[in-house]
């Protein structure tokens, strides 16, 4: 009844007291793959997180399908699943986030990208920087950033000037996060435009 209990309270928005009922019910009962993999694709990304922690640490290896964690929307699920896949495959993950690029999941392929890639792999994904979803565009911006660090000066500058506020907002971010510093003169000129 107990670990009934614990589940029903697992669907319920606090992170602090879903992190409790999660550790204590994998501390204390002992869970079938079909419990844990239910637990992987529970709505809560940190009850996924820590359903894909405790398969790994009960299997000690890569199962089927795992890679397909890469998708999550959650950075610390994509990270423990490249962890797992880097030390027990041989799944080049740069290559399979650009063969995933142009489907439903290419907000976080264009991530996947940025955090797995290398510097010349940003020519794979600037051409998302036009995209009319501005979720897609800030996502690339990152995913930019990441690779090319303040060398992507110039297209966070020309980004600091768009006029959607989510957009401008991971520009500048993306600015600040890489030191990149602008003269004087550029700035004042760019306040003097809005």
Known sequence: YLKHYMHFFLNKKNSQCQTLIITSLF???????QELDNYLNHKSKLVQSK???QKYKTLGDYWNGLEEMLLSPSAKIRNITKYILQKHTNIDINSFYIQHLDTQHKKICILGIGESGKEEDASIITKYL????SSIVK????????????KADDIFWKYLQDERPTVMIQAYREISMNNIRYGAKQIYELFLKR
């Open 27 to 33: 501390n204390k009962y002992e869970l079938s793959m």
């Open 51 to 53: 359903a894909l922690e």
């Open 130 to 133: 036009n995209d009319a979803n």
């Open 139 to 150: 996502n690339t911006l990152h995913a930019i950033g990441l690779l090319l660090k303040h």
